[in-house]
Nanobody
Framework: QVQLVESGGGLVQAGGSLRLLCIDSGRTFKTYSIGWFRQVSGKEREFVAAIKWSGSSSEYAESVKGRFTISRDNDKNTVYLQMNSLKPEDTAVYLC????????????????????WGRGTQVTVSS
């Protein structure tokens, strides 16, 4: 069973940085690819980044490339999202999710491909 909990959100000024954490309490975390998504109230949830279960590859949405970095530490059951050069348009609830299937390939960016979701952490970027 995969149970994800996000943390690290908060209020930051434009140009600042935050590091989000996605932690799983289960024993199979290291076999699941993990994605980060974000959602603004009234809008569709959108893909931000994903990292393969092995940590060997990652993908990013065009809007965050060069500013955000996804990484993982399987010994700590944790995936990180380092967010730099934040913009007001990055304001959203950020959620992490695990692929529906373990040891899956390739990385996915569609909501439908993720089967386990955290509840999210709020990120607010002021101008």
């Amino acid at each position: 069973q995969v149970q994800l909990v996000e943390s690290g959100g908060g209020l930051v000024q434009a140009g600042g940085s935050l590091r989000l954490l996605c932690i799983d309490s289960g024993r199979t975390f290291k076999t699941y690819s993990i994605g980060w998504f974000r959602q603004v109230s009234g809008k569709e949830r959108e893909f931000v980044a994903a990292i393969k279960w092995s940590g060997s590859s990652s993908e990013y949405a065009e809007s965050v490339k060069g500013r955000f970095t996804i990484s993982r530490d399987n010994d700590k059951n944790t995936v990180y999202l380092q967010m730099n050069s934040l913009k007001p348009e990055d304001t959203a609830v950020y959620l992490c999710a695990a692929d529906k299937y373990p040891s899956s390939s390739p990385l996915k960016s569609r909501l439908i491909d993720y089967g386990y979701w955290g509840r999210g952490t709020q990120v607010t970027v002021s101008s």
